[in-house]
């Protein structure tokens, strides 16, 4: 099996574990997920603030093991590849259920709480995203493994890197601009994901299309960040 394969299978067990961990979530979230306006907004911060806290974020060592060796900027676009590779699968793969749906219109009543798990999972995989390359690039956030959850999920909802140097960059708990700012961000995953309800597949081509490019967005701004940080040059 070749290199980026193996890579691929690690990080696809560890989505399954992360599902895993996410099942419980989902339930809820087919419960809840007809909260209207605001309150769904409240709702899905609470659920994946609960979340964060568990998700496996791996250090650079684990990170170097797994991606054979690779370091810099090649291990983080290694990583920015299979992250994007994963949540374009999440968007097609929504976009196929629905597509089946609208053959069974009666079904479409499970498309909010499919909508809500597209979002928790896309939302995890990209938080995950973020906190390892801050690993890649050796820009250590203090605290605890809580406190460090906490400050990814903040700089995930500002798509910002986390610059331990400024204090309101690392909160230890959620403020009311933090939290509005979390709401304001799942809002918009959750809109985006409105498109895998597209017939005939159209869907699944919307959805895949817009995840990989939020998460290569969202992967350039970090990474941007982390250079200036380190004092790196940028990219080519």
Request: hydrophobic content about 50%; overall charge positive.
């Amino acid at each position: 099996m070749g290199k980026l394969s193996s890579a691929e299978d690690m990080d696809g067990a560890e989505r399954r574990r992360l599902l895993g961990r996410l099942s419980m979530s989902l339930v809820a979230a087919a419960r809840r997920a007809r909260v209207p306006g605001a309150g769904r907004g409240r709702w899905l911060a609470d659920v994946f603030a609960s979340i964060v806290p568990r998700l496996p974020i791996r250090d650079l060592a684990t990170l170097q093991e797994h991606h054979y060796g690779l370091t810099g900027e090649a291990l983080a676009d290694d990583l920015v590849r299979t992250a994007t590779k994963a949540t374009t699968a999440v968007g097609a793969v929504g976009g196929a259920l629905a597509a089946a749906e609208f053959a069974a219109p009666p079904l479409l009543l499970s498309a909010p709480a499919q909508l809500v798990a597209e979002t928790l999972v896309v939302a995890a995989i990209e938080v995950k995203l973020l906190a390892e390359l801050h690993e890649v690039y050796g820009v250590q956030v203090p605290g605890t493994g809580s406190q460090r959850a906490m400050a990814f999920m903040v700089a995930w909802s500002r798509q910002r890197g986390v610059d331990p140097l400024a204090p309101a960059s690392v909160t230890l708990a959620l403020g009311t601009a933090a939290k509005a700012g979390l709401r304001k961000r799942l809002m918009r995953t959750l809109g985006r994901h409105l498109t895998t309800l597209g017939p005939f597949l159209t869907g699944a081509v919307a959805g895949g299309a817009l995840n990989r490019l939020a998460t290569k967005r969202l992967a350039q701004t970090v990474r941007a960040d982390l250079r200036r940080q380190r004092a790196l040059p940028p990219a080519d």
